[in-house]
């Protein structure tokens, strides 16, 4: 593992990417618990690899939800509801990550949520480049219905009661102290723990990237052998 400036993570990530081969769109995974710098990351790395050249494409987990009233069927703090319950995967494959994929048209759409309004989108139809890059941010983005849609995976970690403090900061103008709080220890928390016990996200990542200094981050390059790779759960058993 190796500490460095900000600027030369970034510039090591830009490599990684441009390392992959592929005879088909790059597809990037910036996975991590919530509040850990995910998105950050991703803009900072989409601007690095513009400036080299590479169209990219700039996507996120957020514009996939359910809508609203098919998230909470377990309640609000539900940490099984924020694993099994929140995401479209179905349709962040069909839409999104299978026509970049091997067999894929390149025909995506990058959206099929408006978080602001709780409305389901339709947006235009595009056609990605074949030397395009997609940089993809959200949380347990190494789970069974999407690991093998990634070229590139990276994990961003950070501890946990750390994220707390930080979507404290983040969430101020919008929710209490104590209803982030709540949130991040009954929901976020517990379901990243379900997550990191059943899936082993790490075991997958080929970049492991340590945020809990975000000027000073530590990168952990991985090189994978052959690695079992965990069913759907089928019971949640998060503390």
Same mark, same amino acid.
């Not at 600027?7 to 995974?29: C, F, I, K, N, Y």
């Not at 962040?92 to 299978?98: A, C, E, G, I, Y």
């Given at each position: 593992?190796?500490?460095?400036?900000?600027?030369?993570m970034?510039?090591?990530l830009?490599?990684a990417?441009?390392?992959?081969?592929?005879?088909?769109?790059?597809?990037?995974?910036?996975?991590?618990?919530?509040?850990?710098?995910?998105?950050?990351?991703?803009d900072?790395l989409?601007?690095?690899?513009?400036?080299q050249?590479?169209?990219?494409?700039?996507?996120?987990?957020?514009d996939?939800?359910?809508p609203?009233?098919q998230?909470?069927?377990?309640?609000?703090?539900?940490?099984?509801g924020?694993?099994f319950?929140?995401?479209?995967?179905?349709a962040?494959?069909?839409?999104?990550?299978?026509?970049?994929?091997?067999?894929? &048209?390149?025909?995506?759409q990058? =959206?099929?949520? *408006?978080? !602001?309004?709780?409305?389901?989108?339709s @947006?235009?139809?595009?056609? +990605?480049?074949l030397?395009?890059?997609?940089?993809?941010d959200?949380?347990?983005?190494?789970?069974?219905?999407?690991i093998?849609?990634?070229?590139?995976?990276?994990?961003?970690?950070?501890?946990?009661?750390?994220?707390?403090?930080?979507?404290?900061?983040?969430?101020?103008?919008?929710s209490?102290q104590?209803?982030?709080?709540?949130?991040?220890?009954?929901?976020?928390?517990?379901?990243?723990?379900?997550?990191?016990t059943?899936?082993?996200?790490?075991?997958?990542?080929?970049?492991?990237?340590?945020? &809990?200094?975000?000027?000073q981050? =530590?990168?952990? *390059?991985? !090189?994978?052998?052959?690695?079992?790779? @965990?069913?759907?759960?089928? +019971?949640?058993?998060?503390?």
């Amino acid at each position: 593992m190796e500490r460095g400036s900000r600027d030369e993570m970034l510039g090591r990530l830009a490599a990684a990417v441009w390392s992959v081969t592929a005879a088909h769109p790059t597809r990037v995974a910036i996975d991590g618990p919530p509040a850990a710098g995910k998105t950050t990351l991703a803009d900072e790395l989409a601007v690095v690899l513009r400036a080299q050249g590479r169209d990219v494409i700039r996507a996120t987990i957020d514009d996939f939800l359910f809508p609203r009233a098919q998230r909470y069927p377990r309640g609000e703090y539900s940490a099984e509801g924020c694993y099994f319950d929140t995401h479209d995967h179905d349709a962040l494959n069909r839409v999104l990550l299978d026509p970049l994929g091997p067999d894929g &048209d390149r025909r995506i759409q990058l =959206a099929v949520y *408006d978080h !602001t309004s709780d409305s389901v989108l339709s @947006p235009a139809v595009i056609t +990605a480049p074949l030397d395009a890059v997609l940089v993809f941010d959200g949380v347990f983005l190494m789970r069974p219905e999407l690991i093998d849609r990634w070229d590139l995976r990276i994990f961003v970690s950070t501890a946990l009661d750390a994220t707390v403090d930080r979507a404290v900061i983040r969430e101020s103008r919008v929710s209490s102290q104590a209803e982030v709080e709540r949130r991040w220890r009954e929901r976020y928390i517990p379901s990243q723990k379900f997550y990191f016990t059943t899936v082993r996200p790490t075991d997958h990542a080929d970049i492991i990237l340590h945020n &809990d200094e975000p000027q000073q981050p =530590a990168l952990a *390059d991985r !090189t994978h052998g052959t690695t079992e790779r @965990p069913t759907h759960p089928g +019971a949640f058993h998060a503390t």
